[in-house]
């Protein structure tokens, strides 16, 4: 081997040294805890990120023209924009599987095909086992974000049973009302001020859910069917409104709302932790 030969395969093996060292440096661009190793989880805590956020959708009809996973893809959306704002924060796996009614008899929304329930018991025992873990973990802010109505009540059960459990810790169990509260009072609200009725807004699968849906996963939105059927009805899944004038540009609206104040709210939550 010729010395010229030798020095050009030290020079390349010293560039491949320091190129690797950097790619292994450089931190994950990601917010999704399920894209990390749990070494680079491990840093990331370290560094500071020790708020984790619980994304719960729900597997539910929602009318003739939206999909069934709509919940779960607005949970993971919304929280990944929140998360990505707040800057120490990461987002768990989202939770798909909540109460949504009885199956003997079908009742709520089990009464149409694709939903997915289970009982409060166990949707509450499965939180508090997924926040526990992520205590373990030095995760020291717990925040729940409910996508879904029905189960509202089972996250301030869950809140408030972990934060007693949790005395004398580091760790705390945040569910932020601002998420659920501006993502259906305080967008209808954002709604009427533009024009809209309450005939048309709804409370599921109306003009307010799918303009959501519109923003966040377009391709979850039947739209050709949408807009030249009939006004759809109880009996269709749709719950008081009317989602026919449903656009993106509205669903953004609301969606600028959920994050904005969402942040907000796990600010004044974690101050001084």
Same mark, same amino acid.
């Given at each position: 081997?010729?010395?010229?030969?030798?020095? #050009? #395969?030290?020079?390349?093996?010293?560039?491949?040294?320091?190129?690797?060292? @950097?790619?292994?440096?450089?931190?994950?661009?990601?917010?999704?805890?399920?894209?990390?190793?749990?070494?680079?989880?491990?840093?990331?805590?370290?560094?500071?990120? +020790?708020?984790?956020?619980?994304?719960?959708?729900? +597997?539910?009809?929602?009318?003739?023209?939206?999909?069934?996973?709509?919940?779960?893809?607005?949970?993971?959306? $919304?929280?990944?924009?929140?998360?990505?704002?707040?800057?120490?924060?990461?987002?768990?796996?989202?939770?798909?599987?909540?109460?949504?009614?009885?199956?003997?008899?079908?009742?709520?929304?089990?009464?149409?095909?694709?939903? !997915?329930?289970?009982? %409060? %018991?166990?949707?509450?025992?499965?939180?508090?086992?997924?926040?526990?873990?992520? @205590?373990?973990?030095?995760?020291?802010? !717990?925040?729940? /974000?409910?996508?879904?109505?029905?189960?509202?009540?089972?996250?301030?059960?869950?809140?408030?049973?972990?934060?007693?459990?949790?005395?004398?810790?580091?760790?705390?169990?945040?569910?932020?009302?601002?998420?659920?509260?501006?993502?259906?009072?305080?967008?209808?609200?954002?709604?009427?001020?533009?024009?809209?009725? %309450?005939?048309?807004?709804?409370?599921?699968?109306? /003009?307010?859910?799918?303009?959501?849906? $519109?923003?966040?996963?377009?391709?979850?939105?039947?739209?050709?069917?949408?807009?030249?059927?009939?006004?759809?009805?109880?009996? %269709?899944?749709?719950?008081?409104?009317?989602?026919?004038?449903?656009?993106?540009?509205?669903?953004?609206?609301?969606?600028?709302?959920?994050?904005?104040?969402?942040?907000?709210?796990?600010?004044?939550?974690?101050?001084?932790?």
């Amino acid at each position: 081997m010729t010395q010229r030969h030798a020095f #050009r #395969r030290i020079i390349a093996s010293v560039f491949f040294l320091v190129t690797a060292q @950097a790619a292994f440096a450089q931190a994950p661009s990601t917010v999704q805890l399920q894209n990390l190793t749990w070494t680079e989880l491990r840093d990331q805590v370290h560094a500071g990120k +020790t708020t984790i956020i619980i994304p719960i959708g729900g +597997t539910e009809q929602s009318g003739p023209y939206v999909a069934v996973g709509k919940h779960n893809v607005r949970a993971a959306y $919304l929280a990944d924009k929140i998360a990505q704002k707040l800057g120490n924060a990461l987002v768990a796996p989202v939770v798909a599987y909540v109460p949504e009614g009885g199956y003997a008899p079908p009742t709520s929304h089990m009464r149409f095909p694709g939903t !997915i329930t289970i009982p %409060d %018991d166990v949707f509450e025992k499965m939180l508090e086992s997924a926040a526990n873990s992520f @205590a373990v973990h030095g995760f020291r802010n !717990i925040v729940f /974000l409910g996508d879904h109505g029905g189960y509202q009540k089972d996250l301030k059960q869950v809140v408030a049973h972990l934060n007693k459990a949790w005395a004398g810790t580091n760790a705390r169990a945040i569910l932020p009302a601002a998420y659920y509260e501006t993502s259906s009072d305080g967008y209808a609200q954002l709604l009427r001020q533009r024009g809209f009725r %309450d005939d048309e807004i709804g409370t599921h699968a109306g /003009l307010a859910d799918t303009s959501l849906q $519109l923003a966040v996963a377009p391709q979850m939105v039947r739209m050709s069917e949408m807009r030249n059927a009939p006004k759809p009805g109880a009996a %269709d899944g749709v719950y008081g409104g009317d989602p026919r004038r449903s656009t993106a540009e509205l669903g953004q609206l609301g969606v600028d709302a959920i994050v904005s104040r969402t942040v907000d709210a796990i600010r004044q939550e974690t101050a001084g932790r």
